[in-house]
C-alpha cells in the first residue's frame, strides 16, 4: 500500500467510527503499522485534535518508533505512545485503534472487565476483556498499564477513559471495536435482568486457543 493509500483507508476508516458512535469529535485515535524503510519503523497515524468529521487524508501522519513525524504536517495523537507500546509487545499487530464507545466506557468507569460470554467474542477478541490499572492520558505509564492488560487477546478496557482494540489489519480492527461495543452492551443489558451466564471453563479453553492457532500467537 501507497502512503496516499493508507491515509484514505485511515479516514475511511474514522468515518465508519463516527458514524457507528464508536467515537465524538476529534477522540479516539486510528493507525497503521507501514513497511519498515531504511532500517525504520514506521506507523501511519491519525493527528491529534482534528475532528473526524473534518479529517483530511493529508492529514494523517507518517511517523517513526520515537514518534518524529517523517512525513505529512502536524502533530501525531496524544495517544500515540500507547499505539507504539501495542506495536513494540505484539509483532503480529497491523493496526489500533483507540475508541471511546459508550457502553466499553461505561465498564471502563466502572472499572469492570468483560466477561467471556458467547462464542463469537472468544473466538474473535481472544476471551474475557480486561479492565487495565488507572494511567493518566497521553504518558507512557497509560501505554505500559494498557499492553499488559492486553495480553494476547484484541481489546483492552481503560479505566476511567475507553478502549483500545489492535488486529491485523485497520478492517479487522474496526470490526474487532464494533463487537466490543456490542458485547459491552448485551453484559450491561443483561446484568440488568439478573444473573449472567459466563461460558464453562472447558469450552472457554478450546475457542481461546483456537483463536490463537488462528492468529499466529503462541499457544503456550
Ligand atoms: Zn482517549
Not at 50 to 79: C, F, H, M, W
Not at 170 to 180: A, I
Not at 193 to 199: D, Q, T
Amino acid at each position: 500500500m501507497t502512503y496516499e493509500e493508507v491515509r484514505n483507508a485511515i479516514v475511511a476508516a474514522c468515518e465508519r467510527l463516527d458514524a457507528e458512535g464508536l467515537v465524538a469529535g476529534s477522540s479516539g485515535n486510528v493507525s497503521v503499522r507501514l513497511e519498515p524503510k531504511d532500517g525504520q519503523e514506521l506507523f501511519a497515524i491519525t493527528p491529534s485534535g482534528i475532528p473526524y468529521r473534518v479529517l483530511e487524508p493529508a492529514q494523517i501522519l507518517v511517523i517513526n518508533n520515537e514518534k518524529e513525524v517523517i512525513d505529512g504536517e502536524g502533530r501525531p495523537s496524544t495517544e500515540t505512545l500507547m499505539h507504539l507500546a501495542a506495536y513494540r509487545a505484539r509483532a503480529d499487530v497491523g493496526s489500533v485503534i483507540h475508541s471511546h464507545s459508550i457502553y466499553a466506557s461505561a465498564l471502563a468507569i466502572a472499572g469492570e472487565d468483560l466477561p467471556p460470554l458467547i462464542d463469537e467474542q472468544v473466538v474473535t477478541l481472544g476471551g474475557g476483556i480486561k479492565c487495565a490499572e488507572w494511567g493518566m492520558s497521553a504518558t507512557e505509564d497509560l501505554a505500559q498499564k494498557a499492553v499488559a492488560a492486553l495480553d494476547f487477546r484484541r481489546s483492552v478496557l481503560l479505566r476511567s477513559h475507553g478502549a483500545l482494540s489492535v488486529g491485523k489489519t485497520l478492517e479487522e480492527v474496526l470490526d474487532v471495536c464494533s463487537l466490543l461495543e456490542r458485547m459491552s452492551q448485551i453484559y450491561i443489558l443483561a446484568r440488568s435482568m439478573g444473573n449472567i451466564e459466563k461460558l464453562p471453563e472447558n469450552i472457554l479453553e478450546i475457542e481461546i486457543k483456537y483463536y490463537k492457532i488462528k492468529n499466529g500467537l503462541p499457544t503456550e
